[in-house]
């Protein structure tokens, strides 16, 4: 269970990068994708917050849907090694690194790796939906 406080609430991480009381939700439900996790860590539990707090692992050969969006969005590594396209260019994410993604860039995230690749996403609660981008 969350641990709720005077000022709010704390997530306790358990193994496996699962969190107490932030289930995994879906991602998506349609097939532009394979293997990705998703948790809701934060923005969708009343708080007043303009921003939702998401934890998203891909498994190894996994990858997100190449999509673009109006919204920007953040992305800082937290497991593993990950590659994230920007518009055309592929980038290697480690552990603490940080990738901005700009309004309409097409974007996507994969693992190439053996291991999973987690990442936290820091988005705005209002937000447009995702259009996706073929190849």
């Not at 990068?17 to 995994?24: C, G």
């Not at 190894?60 to 590659?83: A, D, F, W």
């Not at 996507?108 to 996403?121: A, I």
Request: aromatic share 12%; with cysteine.
């Amino acid at each position: 269970m969350a641990k709720e406080t005077s000022n709010g609430y704390v997530l306790r991480r358990g193994a496996g990068f699962r969190w107490d009381d932030a289930p995994d939700e879906p991602y998506k439900s349609d097939a532009s994708f394979r293997g990705v996790r998703r948790v809701n860590l934060a923005g969708k539990r009343g708080e007043s917050t303009r921003f939702h707090l998401r934890y998203f692992e891909v498994e190894p050969g996994g990858y997100t849907t190449r999509e673009r969006h109006r919204h920007e969005h953040v992305v800082m590594c937290q497991r593993g090694e990950g590659e994230i396209r920007i518009g055309d260019e592929w980038h290697i994410l480690q552990f603490g690194d940080v990738a901005y993604v700009p309004p309409d860039f097409v974007h996507q995230l994969r693992n190439r790796t053996s291991e999973p690749f987690g990442f936290l996403c820091l988005v705005d609660a209002e937000r447009d939906r995702p259009v996706p981008v073929e190849e």
